[in-house]
């Protein structure tokens, strides 16, 4: 399920008005935590260095232009929550992905026709920066008419008028186009099959990798599809943890089409009922984020592509961008909560998934997330209500620590506190949550110990309203 931003930015052309409030090299087998025994850390005594988090996202280096490869990751870009962006908004996003290990943006378009403006931004930006970072379409057919002929030709021309541009996406020769929906659509046709092959094949070389909310089994009667995106299988859609078994099922019935799995570090929505009647969360507990990437990573062999759930859906609480552009009026569990600290953890894992070795550590690093109170707590103040599925998930701080060298860490909240002497690596941590604190990390090594303490990074257990949100936090590049 997804909350199309495309509604409000439908809105606008409605009426003037409606306000913009859119949308060291390893093996690659999975490393596992070391724990060592706590007397293995000699007791000596130690340099205290403080870090404070900046509150700045991070600064967008240019990449340098990367190689061809068979693995590509891409980030969704929802262009309906970039009324107000300018051609240099677009080439910060996009140095910025680039930067992060991301290969293209998917730009989720909709029916408003100042999107085309935007795109057309987002390709001159790409073109600009002159680097191998590309673009491709993904239709939002969630709200895009797709019931004509005519509704047909209009999405070939937007096709065709990126075709030719030297930053769209082309694989195996053919331009790439994607989708959010269309299993329902016609095109006039008798049949969804017909009417997307007539659309995307007839007359054009395209490379057609859709995410149609359909039985996988059906996905033989497409003789216009060259692969299928499994846009839901980057949360678990129950109580569980996160498991490859959905995966599996596109790939068998792709019968050796391309598969693309998606990625998403969390997932939590709170819109009442008079607007779009939608609250709810998806279980993104025990780091999914990394464990996402790692089962990719150790089944990369049949997965070609893989696509980050999103660069900016504000309103579904899985952006990993900047909080920039127009919010589908989701500020009130937004604001404040950026999640440009999983970036770097991102480009660690897609360098993994596309070489098939995970990348030297060459600095210590610690990356935090939280909800900032406890998921059964009775808000004083919201109308909404708490959001449908908020057992799923338990009150903990979520930590990996990226260490050149073994290290005593520790995690720490008001009364809670957890130290462990690990190996070098990436360590997966947690650590209780229980009363009102603020968190802090502490690596010792050398009797040099290294504290990172998030600014607003509160757990508070008393709160006024429902966010459900994530805090995230990454301890700075030195």
């Known amino acids: 399920m997804r909350l199309s931003p495309f509604i409000w930015a439908t809105l606008l052309q409605l009426g003037s008005g409606v306000q913009a409030a859119a949308v060291e090299r390893h093996d690659i087998s999975t490393i596992q935590a070391v724990l060592l025994p706590p007397e293995a850390a000699a007791l000596q005594p130690v340099i205290d260095i403080n870090i404070v988090a900046s509150t700045n996202p991070p600064t967008a280096a240019l990449a ?72 491709f379409l993904s239709f939002d057919m969630s709200v895009i008419p797709c019931t004509s002929a005519s509704d047909s030709s209009v999405t070939q021309q937007v096709i065709l008028n990126y075709a030719s541009h030297p930053n769209q996406l082309v694989y195996d020769g053919k331009v790439f186009v994607s989708t959010f929906a269309g ?77 693309m799995a998606a990625v998403s570090p969390w997932f939590f929505t709170h819109y009442g009922v008079d607007t779009y009647n939608k609250n709810m969360i998806y279980r993104a507990d025990d780091w999914l984020l990394a464990k996402r990437w790692e089962e990719l990573i150790a089944y990369r062999d049949v997965v070609d592509f893989v696509e980050i759930n999103t660069w900016n859906d504000f309103g579904e609480s899985h952006y990993v961008g900047p909080i920039e ?10 604001n404040g909560f950026e999640h440009t600290g999983w970036l770097d953890l991102i480009a660690y894992y897609a360098s993994a998934f596309k070489t098939g070795y995970y990348p ?84 010792t090594r050398d009797s040099v110990r290294t504290t990172f303490t998030p600014q607003g990074m509160i757990f508070n257990t008393a709160p006024e309203t429902y966010n459900f949100n994530a805090f995230v936090a990454a301890s700075p590049m030195v």
């Open 64 to 135: 340098a232009p990367q190689a061809a490869s068979t693995k590509l990751v891409f980030a969704h870009h929802i262009v309906g929550n970039t009324i107000n962006y300018t051609q240099e908004s677009w080439a910060y996003d996009i140095a910025l992905a680039s930067s992060k290990g991301i290969d293209a943006f998917a730009l989720n378009i909709g029916p408003a026709g100042w999107e085309q403006g935007q795109v057309d931004n987002a390709f001159a930006a790409a073109q600009s920066l002159n680097t191998n970072f590309k673009l």
């Open 183 to 259: 299993e329902a659509c016609t095109f006039g046709t008798p049949s969804s099959q017909q009417g997307w092959y007539n659309t995307v094949k007839n007359g054009l070389n395209t490379y057609f990798v859709p995410s149609f909310f359909v039985d996988p089994a059906t996905f033989k009667s497409y003789a216009a599809l060259d692969g299928a995106f499994g846009w839901n299988s980057g949360w678990p859609m129950d109580d569980t943890d996160i498991t490859f078994g959905p995966d599996q099922l596109y790939i068998s019935d792709l019968s050796g089409r391309s598969y």
């Open 360 to 443: 030297a550590i060459t600095q210590d690093r610690t990356f935090l997330w939280a909800r900032l109170f406890p998921a059964a707590a009775v808000a004083t103040n919201d109308p909404v209500g708490k959001p449908t599925n908020w057992e799923w998930t338990e009150d903990y701080l979520w930590a990996i620590v990226q260490l050149t060298a073994p290290a005593t860490v520790t995690l720490s909240c008001g009364p809670n506190s957890s130290t462990r002497y690990v190996a070098a690596g990436t360590i997966k941590l947690k650590l209780p949550l229980t009363t009102d604190c603020a968190v802090s990390s502490t690596i």
């Open 325 to 334: 552009g127009m919010q589908p009026n989701s500020q009130a569990w937004v």
